[in-house]
């Protein structure tokens, strides 16, 4: 068994999910993909919308049912997503597992690469251009971080234009 991590920024296309199956076609032994998506928590989320809305310093709803909510919401949507994306790769004859995250995105990978004793780690993402530069993407902090070929690849970008 080859298996491959994958962590993935937003649900995957077609092109998407085509180019990763070709990435490992030839391969002798069947390859299972472990899908890792991350989600955000609800107060992040909140935080983030009023401080982009003007109101400068957040102070979270002491309200726990409006939290829960907003939390059920963020995580049925990463859930529909993720399962999307691991529909598209079985729709392949790939083996496929899913997770989704709340804790950070490259510590979980290091774990799940770890877990699944995965050969190598392929981060979708969009272009991050100042965290890029800065080596502070997930990418950046992936290939510190693991022992295990790490691949960058733009989501929803055919390969030849990611060149």
Request: charged share 25%.
């Amino acid at each position: 068994m080859y298996d491959v991590a994958l962590l993935i920024e937003r649900q995957l296309n077609q092109l998407d999910a085509d180019q990763i199956v070709a990435l490992h076609e030839g391969l002798d032994e069947p390859v299972t993909y472990h899908l890792l998506l991350p989600v955000e928590s609800s107060t992040a989320v909140l935080s983030s919308s009023l401080s982009a809305l003007g109101a400068g310093q957040f102070m979270p709803p002491t309200e726990p049912d409006v939290l829960a909510e907003v939390q059920r919401e963020i995580k049925t949507a990463g859930q529909a997503e993720l399962e999307a994306s691991g529909a598209l790769l079985r729709a392949r004859t790939e083996n496929v597992t899913e997770t989704l995250t709340e804790d950070d995105p490259v510590i979980t990978l290091a774990d799940l690469v770890k877990k699944t004793s995965a050969a190598e780690a392929i981060i979708l993402t969009e272009p991050h251009t100042m965290s890029e530069f800065f080596h502070l993407d997930w990418t950046s902090r992936a290939r510190r971080k693991l022992d295990v070929p790490t691949l960058h690849l733009l989501e929803h970008v055919s390969f030849a234009g990611q060149a």
